[in-house]
């Protein structure tokens, strides 16, 4: 065999290797990206959202219920229809955090204490509900809201606080699920080496036709180098993928806060309804009473329905930036097409001076 022909075997074999290393890392971190941004559009993002969405929900529902008690409209509907809709409300949501919870078992045994709570709270309110319903605002009408009010915000235990454990629990997980694997630019290795190295085999490999065959340019090798730039610029969407899921990542921090802002400011004003109810039973009730209304200070809500409107608005823009940064589509037939197509144009743009050399001597 001559050696012409032998380094036109091991070009080729070369171009054909790194083509194939092309085709799987490219493809793998294409699709790779785009489904890692699919699964946090469908799944983890709106976990996070659900549970704040529960949370606000609740928080609405207990304020709504201690105002009913506070005014005396409880002895003719009871803790009123805000209260029944915002627990329904929570429920739902609650649902929706469960089918999508993306932190593991301790997060789904959060959200069972949680959901557990909720029960032992709505059951604080109806005990409530029937004694202040029968007697007016008794002791034991104040005790059963009372109970139901430490339930609700209770510092380390209530339900306010294991909500927010659980939203940081779906926060870190989206968190890892957009900077590691695929979603880490450090992923993207496995098709820009194979890029560089492909380009310059191609360059060899013409700069060698060009040698040995007298011809400036391999128009099929041209072809397959242009090919090779695009199946690039194809992959390289990567990288406004991975942008895209970090600016949703940001905005829905700024969701989250801006929910949790107006959700305490509920809180408080649930709260503050509840020390008018106990005050005229309880004028020195013990520390904890007295702690609880030393601890009334701040803004109650305003404006809420403004702060709802900028919630579900950031809600939408997250799903959005999500929706982008999946780039499946094109994209995910060209990739491979285009691969296959450099591996067809590097066999007939050597073919010709490998035959040229099958029974040469040099």
């Not at 992959?235 to 806060?257: N, P, W, Y």
Request: glycine letters at 10%.
């Amino acid at each position: 065999m001559s050696t012409t022909r032998r380094d036109l075997l091991r070009l080729r074999t070369a171009l054909l290797v790194v083509t194939a290393t092309l085709f799987v890392g490219s493809l793998a971190a294409f699709t790779g990206v785009t489904s890692t941004a699919k699964a946090a559009a469908a799944r983890t993002a709106p976990a996070v959202l659900e549970v704040m969405a529960a949370r606000a929900a609740l928080v609405r529902a207990d304020s709504a219920a201690m105002t009913s008690f506070q005014t005396g409209q409880a002895k003719l509907v009871g803790p009123g229809a805000q209260y029944q809709n915002q627990i329904a409300i929570a429920s739902q949501n609650l649902a929706r955090v469960a089918e999508h919870n993306a932190a593991g078992e301790s997060a789904s045994r959060t959200l069972q204490l949680v959901e557990g709570l909720v029960v032992a709270y709505g059951r604080g309110i109806g005990d409530a509900d029937a004694s202040f319903r029968a007697d007016g605002p008794t002791p034991l009408t104040v005790a059963a809201l009372w109970y139901a009010s430490g339930l609700m915000h209770g510092s380390d235990s209530g339900i306010v606080a294991q909500l927010d454990e659980l939203a940081v629990a779906q926060r870190n997980a989206l968190e890892t699920e957009l900077s590691e694997g695929w979603m880490n630019p450090a992923g993207s290795l496995v098709w820009l080496v194979p890029i560089v190295v492909l380009l310059g085999l191609l360059v060899v490999a013409q700069v060698f036709g060009a040698r040995r065959f007298r011809r400036t340019l391999n128009p099929a090798l041209v072809a397959a180098t242009l090919l090779v730039l695009l199946v690039a610029g194809a992959t390289s969407t990567v990288f406004f993928s991975q942008d895209r899921a970090d600016v949703a990542g940001e905005t829905l921090d700024k969701v989250v806060s801006q929910s949790k802002t107006q959700t305490d400011a509920d809180a408080l004003n649930g709260k503050r309804e509840l020390e008018k109810v106990l005050a005229p039973q309880c004028g020195d009730c013990g520390e904890s009473v007295s702690a609880f209304k030393a601890g009334l200070g701040g803004e109650a809500s305003s404006g809420g329905d403004t702060v709802q409107r900028e919630v579900a608005s950031g809600a939408t823009q997250v799903d959005d930036e999500l929706d982008s940064a999946d780039r499946s589509g094109f994209f995910e037939y060209f990739i491979p097409l285009g691969t296959v197509g450099i591996a067809a144009l590097v066999l007939v743009g050597l073919r010709r001076g490998i035959d040229e050399y099958r029974y040469r001597a040099t």
